[in-house]
């Protein structure tokens, strides 16, 4: 079921640890809420809660997707993901180091989306759209956050875009307060995230090395890509 957040005028205010795979290891992180600025994104119930668990329906313009977890497929299969970039779906049995790393240049598709599976919101932007100046102030986003991760996509639809396990926000400037109010409502969030508590640690050299990630492909996956759903 796909949908998208009902503009804010109209929206209703609205956990075990689950193993995905023998590649599971590290310690879960204990998380606090990202600095947001000038922004007032935690006094307008952004932050999830029981009575809120999926603050995102009162963000404009979110895109929610229900996806299956722990749909894994090897290293050298590509999934055709069904959008740019994907925001769920099947993965690598890898992740993607995701505490706080801003990477520097794009990285294989199929290991971000295992760490969204983990909890961690994942800021993607397009080097073509956005600027030093903007690439430096959404790093400033992430840069040492636990469960939060960034890296250039190119040809991604917008010159920023933010995804977490089901959630996707794109937007044209940085600034948007929207940005904020994302990761308020998504990181680590146990209501939305198929593995609450899962390792965002670094895998190593062999596995995941974030000083050397496996490259991003923009090539066409072909006729024998994994399809979203799993096999």
């Known amino acids: 079921?796909?949908?998208?957040?009902?503009?804010?005028?109209?929206?209703?205010?609205?956990?075990?640890?689950?193993?995905c795979s023998s590649t599971q290891s590290g310690s879960p992180v204990s998380v606090s809420?990202?600095?947001?600025?000038?922004?007032?994104?935690?006094?307008?119930?952004?932050?999830?809660?029981?009575?809120?668990?999926?603050?995102?329906?009162?963000?404009?313009?979110?895109?929610s997707i229900e996806y299956k977890g722990a749909q894994h497929v090897k290293p050298t299969e590509r999934v055709a993901y069904d959008h740019k970039p994907p925001l769920g779906g099947a993965h690598d049995a890898v992740w993607a180091a995701c505490n706080g790393v801003v990477y520097k240049v794009a990285v294989r598709t199929e290991n971000l989306v295992h760490s969204?599976?983990?909890?961690?919101?994942?800021?993607?932007?397009?080097?073509?759209?956005l600027?030093?100046?903007?690439?430096?102030?959404?790093?400033?986003?992430?840069?040492?956050?636990?469960?939060?991760?960034?890296?250039?996509?190119?040809?991604q639809g917008k010159a920023v875009s933010a995804q977490s396990w089901g959630r996707q926000?794109?937007?044209?400037?940085?600034?948007d307060e929207r940005v904020d109010q994302f990761i308020q409502a998504t990181r680590a969030n146990q209501y939305l995230t198929p593995e609450p508590g899962a390792s965002c640690d670094q895998l190593g050299a062999g596995r995941f090395d974030q000083d050397d990630p496996p490259p991003f492909d923009p090539s066409d996956p072909g006729p024998g890509a994994i399809p979203p759903t799993g096999r």
Do not use: C
Not at 169 to 175: A, C, G, I, Y
């Open 33 to 63: 809420s990202p600095s947001t600025g000038k922004s007032t994104t935690a006094d307008k119930g952004f932050s999830p809660t029981e009575d809120n668990q999926d603050p995102t329906e009162k963000i404009d313009g979110v895109l």
């Open 116 to 129: 969204l599976e983990h909890g961690a919101v994942w800021l993607s932007y397009d080097p073509d759209k």
């Open 131 to 155: 600027d030093k100046a903007g690439v430096a102030a959404l790093a400033k986003k992430v840069n040492g956050k636990p469960y939060t991760v960034m890296s250039p996509y190119p040809g």
């Open 1 to 19: 079921m796909i949908r998208y957040a009902r503009p804010l005028a109209l929206a209703a205010a609205a956990a075990a640890l689950v193993g």
């Open 169 to 175: 926000l794109q937007v044209d400037e940085v600034d």
